[in-house]
């Protein structure tokens, strides 16, 4: 029977019902975690009298909570269903991210940074996970590439808006940098309300879906399901994912896109800001955030056509391996350019390959792993790979301040990005990992 129309009709209305508001979420929850690259040059440091070293502990200690609870709050949204748990999660950083409004010390700002990360903890992979549940694999690669975008369009929009926040010096008799933590922590206490009302956990429960749409898409799932290997499923599901090759090898892929990423994120703020002193130019908060801005938006270009290219192609190696080249190659080169304008040109090149990857590697894990195995496994590979984002900003902070620059701490980065180039080739041809190059035929048929 040919389920053609069921099908393109599900997809339609979960890319406009689901997609934009799970997307949202992230956005909202990235712009919260990276808050503090923003305050820091915007009075913060200064305020505080924080050095190099501190604000990178500051930044990555975040990780550290986070990482600490990764896998059981995943296991969680698996138990209690995404809609509840998802919605406490935001509910939760909300609050912790708004109490940064009052922080009045090094030690406290490490404290509430701690917190953050448990609150935030199991959001990105459940995130993933609740929409690989309503997604069959063929299409996969196209909903988490628009769900990605959020990424990128968070330092497009929110570092101008950033920008803005911390000009309203005074507000509510609070410094600038002090009320963009008040802007951007009451969007994720609202938002995680009405996730409670707005979400369901699964396309059964969905009334604005057709019964011959809930039947398309629970026949495919189960189908989808069912040829899954055994190992990664209901029974065993923990066992399976952290005794698995597989995942720990992806594990180390994502970890150097992950340091990479928050590199760039935590500290391409603060770069931009010396450029007052390195070539004598005069900018405003907003300005500093327009310009942090620009990277940003050819990434999000580069991130929907070559995910687009995975899709109708067959994702292969390639496709994750050619951005961690080009990433890695490009970072360090950024800090040598000779100009701002040359600069932000090489740093775009870096934030294009890293946000052209992560859409492509996100749709590995969800091929051989289901049920619990799926949530542990999703949730292991993201907690692994985000050892980074405490290693990133922490080590990029600590070499910087022994050796006065940010040349080398970026050459880290870019060797980093290069092992994971040549990690997803090895476990390529090794067969390590799921063929790579697997369902590309069901990949074409739905593009």
């Known amino acids: 029977m040919d389920h053609a129309p069921e099908a393109r009709s599900a997809i339609r209305k979960i890319t406009i019902r689901i997609v934009p508001f799970v997307a949202l979420m992230f956005f909202i929850n990235f712009l919260d975690r990276t808050a503090i690259s923003f305050a820091a040059p915007g009075g913060m440091e200064d305020d505080l009298g924080l050095s190099a070293a501190q604000f990178g502990l500051a930044s990555g200690v975040f ?46 700002l490490v404290g509430l940074r701690f917190l953050l990360g448990v609150a935030e903890a199991g959001f990105f992979p459940g995130a993933i996970l609740f929409l690989s549940s309503w997604v069959p694999a063929a299409y996969r690669g196209r909903i988490l590439a628009l769900f990605y ?46 996730c409670w009302f707005y979400l369901k956990d699964r396309p059964a429960d969905a009334g604005w879906l057709t019964a011959s749409e809930k039947g398309w898409l629970q026949q495919t799932l189960a189908e989808e399901d069912a040829a899954k290997p055994q190992a990664g499923k209901e029974t065993g599901g923990l066992r399976a994912a952290f005794g698995s090759g597989r995942v720990w ?63 109708r192609r067959g994702l292969r190696t390639w496709h994750i391996a050619v951005p961690a080249v080009v990433g890695g190659i490009s970072v360090p080169v950024a800090l040598f350019a000779g100009s701002p304008a040359a600069t932000i040109a090489v740093i775009a090149v870096t934030a294009m390959a890293i946000f052209a990857a992560l859409p492509n590697f996100w749709t590995l894990p969800t091929r051989f792993l289901s049920g619990a195995g799926a949530a542990a496994g999703v949730a292991l590979i993201n907690t692994v790979g985000n050892l980074a984002g405490f290693a990133a900003p922490y080590v990029t902070g600590a070499v910087h301040d022994w050796t006065g620059g940010y040349q080398l ?33 069901t990949d074409r048929a739905a593009a």
Request: hydrophobic content about 55%.
């Open 249 to 311: 090898a992806l594990c180390g892929v994502y970890f150097g896109f992950i340091y990479g990423l928050y590199a760039l994120s935590f500290f391409l703020p603060t770069i931009i800001s010396g450029f007052s002193e390195q070539y004598g130019i005069t900018m405003t908060d907003l300005t500093k955030g327009l310009i942090t801005a620009i990277p940003y938006v050819p990434a999000a270009i580069a991130l929907w056509l070559w995910t687009r290219d995975a899709t």
């Open 409 to 441: 701490p970026m050459i880290i980065v870019g060797i980093f990005m290069l092992l994971s180039a040549v990690l997803i080739v090895l476990l390529s041809r090794r067969d390590r990992v799921p063929r790579i190059d697997h369902g590309a035929a």
């Open 63 to 108: 990780f550290i909570g986070y990482i600490l609870l990764e896998v059981p709050s995943n296991l969680a949204l698996h138990r209690f269903g995404a809609r509840r748990w998802l919605a406490r999660i935001m509910i939760t950083w909300g609050v912790v991210s708004l109490i940064f409004v009052w922080v009045q010390n090094y030690p406290q």
């Open 149 to 194: 975008l959020a990424q990128p369009l968070t330092s497009v929009i929110g570092a101008p808006l950033a920008g803005l926040l911390l000009q309203q010096h005074g507000a509510f008799g609070l410094a600038g940098w002090r009320f963009m933590f008040l802007g951007v922590s009451v969007p994720a206490i609202v938002v995680g309300v009405i």
